[in-house]
């Protein structure tokens, strides 16, 4: 079984101002972790993913994730927040082996502040 | 351009009444996936499928009922639709290795029954 706790609904930053969204993994096997993002009206795109390679993810329009196994952890950073960034972030996990079944976590509404 | 295509974009239907909406992906993906969104709930897998004729329950089956007779049409079918179903619903698809490789997402159907 696996899961995905992401917490804070809501999230607001100043723009320039660091992003941190944050994203707790449960799983019994190794994970594959990913980031989908959601702009207002739209369908989700991904952001990036962990496959096993290197713990430090980089992704689209900036965005990074590091995966720490020991703290089950795999949190979403922006050094410097953009308008554009204002959306709903999605974190999920699969699992190594199985049927590929892809679980999201609640979702963290980012806000940008001018 | 390569996508995944969900008709109707926005549906209000009535209880009981019928409906099929239907996904289509030009990619030529084996795996398709249908989601349901809901506020706090974020997305959950309702059925899945690994090729043609092959399909299983995600985590939210009950009251809908999926086919795959073609690797590039996957229809989400609700054969008494009730207001509990109400939602954002997603289709989405990947090449093989689900688990690992992004799923490509539709642009949703938002479908409200009275």
């Known amino acids: 079984a696996q899961s995905v706790t992401q917490l804070g609904s809501h999230v607001s930053v100043s723009e320039g101002a660091l992003v941190l969204l944050r994203c707790n993994y449960s799983s019994s096997v190794p994970p594959y972790l990913f980031w989908y993002v959601q702009y207002p009206n739209q369908g989700l795109q991904l952001l990036l993913k962990?496959?096993?390679?290197?713990?430090l993810v980089k992704g689209i329009n900036g965005f990074e994730a590091e995966f720490k196994k020991s703290e089950t952890s795999f949190h979403l950073t922006k050094p410097s927040a953009h308008m554009s960034d204002a959306a709903e972030y999605f974190c999920?996990?699969?699992?190594?082996?199985?049927?590929?079944?892809?679980?999201f976590g609640t979702g963290t509404r980012l806000t940008i502040i001018p | 351009e390569a996508q995944v295509t969900q008709n109707p974009r926005y549906l209000i239907t009535v209880t009981g009444k019928k409906l099929t909406v239907t996904c289509s992906q030009n990619?030529?993906?084996?795996?398709m996936s249908w989601y349901r969104q809901d506020p706090g709930l974020g997305l959950r897998q309702i059925y899945y499928s690994m090729n043609v004729e092959v399909t299983d329950k995600g985590d939210v089956p009950e009251g809908y009922k999926v086919s795959r007779k073609e690797k590039r049409n996957f229809p989400l079918i609700l054969e008494s639709p009730s207001p509990n179903q109400t939602s954002l619903y997603f289709c989405a698809s990947s090449p093989p290795g689900a688990s690992y490789n992004e799923q490509f997402f539709g642009p949703g159907t938002r479908l409200t029954v009275l």
């Open positions: 962990y496959t096993s390679a290197a713990t």
């Open positions: 990619m030529n993906h084996e795996y």
């Open positions: 999920a996990v699969s699992a190594y082996f199985g049927n590929e079944k892809l679980t």
